[in-house]
């Protein structure tokens, strides 16, 4: 199974959102956002900004390899 590497990230400062591409073996923990130029930064509880922000989880996640490896971090897939 191939991860989904395109995810709209949503601003948590402006609510702007944007699709991005995901790399496929690592985390991207900042983003700034295209419209209002603020940095985004996963939340406590994530690895990155697309566990966070994102409609769709980082590759990682997808792949049930945890969080960039790490495993306790993954945000719950509904």
């Known amino acids: 199974m ?10 948590p400062h402006c609510g702007e959102s944007s699709q991005e591409q995901m790399p496929e073996d690592s985390c991207q923990y900042f983003h700034e956002c295209w419209h209002c130029k603020q940095l985004i930064s996963p939340q406590p509880q994530h690895c990155c900004v697309f566990c966070s922000y994102g409609s769709v989880p980082c590759p990682p996640v997808q792949m049930t390899s945890g969080c960039c490896g790490g ?6 897939i509904p």
């Open 2 to 11: 191939k991860p989904e590497l395109s995810s709209v990230l949503r601003c």
């Open 71 to 76: 495993p306790g971090l993954e945000k719950e």
